[in-house]
Each structure stands twice: as C-alpha cells, then as structure tokens.
C-alpha cells in the first residue's frame, strides 16, 4: 500500500466526539456532587434535593450514551458470579461512585423532608459525621468526572491534573449558583460571604483555564496543540470565549465587584454561573482530538 494510502485509513487529529449527553453528565454530577459538599455549611434540605435531582439526571445522560444499556445488567451479575471483575477499572469505580452518590442524596432528601424517619434528621442538620461522607463522596465524584477525560486513550488534550482541578471549581461555583438562586444569602452559612466565595470561585476557574490552554499549546504534543486552538480561535472558540469565559466567568465576576447590590444580581450571578459551567464542561470536551498516528 502506498503511503498515500496508508494515510487515507489513519485519519490525522480525528476528534473523540464525546457528544452533549457526556457534556451534560459531567455538568450535573459536578453540580451534584459540589452541592454535596455546600450541604456541609449550608444545612438545608433545598440543597440536598437538587443534589438528588442532579445525580439522578447525570446517570441517566451517562447510561443513555451506552449502546446496549439492556445488557448492562447482566454483564455486571456475570461478571459478579464469575469473580471477573476488574477492579482497577475507571468505569466500575465510577458506577459505584455513582451509586453511593444517588443513593446518599436520596436518603438525606428522604429524611430532610420526613418521608423516612424523620427523626434522623439531627444527624443530617446538627451533626458532622454524616455531612462530611456528603462532602467526601461529592467531591470524590466531581475529581473523579474529570479524572475520566485523562484515562481517554490518544487524546492528549485531557491528559492532565488541571481538568479535575477546573472540574472541581466550576462545581463549586454551580454548587454556589444554586444556593444564591435559592435565595440563601445567611452569611454564617459560609466562610465569608457569597460575594466573596463567588470572586475567589470565578478568579480560580479563570486562571485555571488559561492555564490549561498555556500548557496545551506551549509544551504538549499536536492533538493537545490542535485541541487548545480550537478553544482559542477555532471551531469551539466561540462556546468558549462567549459562553465559557465571558457569560460565566467575566460577566459574574463584574456583577459582584461592580453590581452586587443590584436587586436581580444574586439570582443573574446563579444563571450565568451554570450555564457558563456547561459550557466549560462541553468545550473542553469537544476539544479533544487524537494524536497522529504518523
């Protein structure tokens, strides 16, 4: 075969095409699971709700990207009785991150609103324990979200740390978007105030991205290169710049220097904030592009 040939059959800097159900999956466990973690400092049972409603979507976008989702369930039972299971996959361990995740937001939604034993609710609302496995399975959930996308064979782009990292801080600024929507603006619920925690939020997640794009484009191979100029000036750029950066980094970020007191500015923040995280979740994704394999 001739090289031209040869070439015809190895597509050079094919795209992954993880498509918007992955995109939406990333972006509800994150908003799950970094509610999970809010739930820690802000005991209300609004939170864990839409923790639940989040989780439960997410594994419905994940489960409807599989093919064959009929045989999910007895691949895993025979794989089970066999004693096959490959404990050391990313899949498995997420299924069961998964798993814990739902299973934890909807027993605290059950008791916070008395359909369950209603009298374990004081471990939920005055205790630690509990609140801390929340916040250690939401956050165990989100890093391992972006931990998937560096396990992508070929696809250089999402082979680093900072995905994870940039995960985790976009969930924490869905995580606050929910709670200023909700109209929780109690200011011994957190650290410092909302305003605050949504500047340190917005200023780490835009240092993280443009880190992300510096290593990408200065030090990394030609998929990592190709996939960071689509997000700076090609076919994702305009997700990117408007949606990603501007609409939920930027404009947040200016409502609460400059227009805090602003009557509809908590619940403008809230918006953006979320949409803006999607948008970050999605451009990276698609953002990923295989290495040459010549």
Known sequence: MTDAG????TPQLA????????????W??????????????????????????????????????????TNLPFAAFNALISGSLNF???????????????????????????????DWAPIFTER?????????????????????????SGVTFWHTALIPILWVLSGL?????????????DKKALPGTARTAGIVIEVSELLALFALLQVA??????????????LISGDWAAMFWIGAVAAGILLPLAIRVFGEKAR???????????????????????????????
């Open 88 to 118: 050391g996959s990313w899949m498995l361990i997420g299924i069961c991150l998964l798993g814990v995740q739902a299973v934890l937001t909807l027993v605290a939604t059950a008791v916070l609103y008395g359909k369950v034993k209603p």
């Open 264 to 294: 509809f500015a908590a619940p403008l923040c809230a918006v953006l904030a979320l949409a803006g995280a999607l948008c970050i979740r999605a451009s990276v994704l698609f953002a990923g592009y295989f290495d040459p394999l010549v």
């Open 128 to 152: 630690k324990a509990v609140p801390v496995l929340l916040a250690v399975v939401g956050v165990a959930v989100t890093v391992y979200s972006g931990f998937l996308l560096t396990q992508a």
């Open 217 to 230: 484009a200065s030090f990394s191979t030609p998929g990592a290169k190709a996939g960071a100029m689509s």
């Open 28 to 69: 509800f466990i994150g908003l799950s699971g970094m509610l999970m973690a809010l739930f820690y400092f802000v005991r209300d049972k609004r939170i864990a709700l839409v923790s639940f409603i989040a989780s439960i979507l997410g594994c419905v976008f994940v489960l409807s990207h599989l093919a064959r989702l």
């Open 15 to 26: 795209a992954a095409h993880w498509g918007w159900t992955i995109a939406f999956f990333l």
């Open 6 to 9: 040869f070439l015809s059959l």
């Open 173 to 185: 600024g869905c995580a606050l978007a929910v709670w200023e929507f909700l109209g929780f603006r």
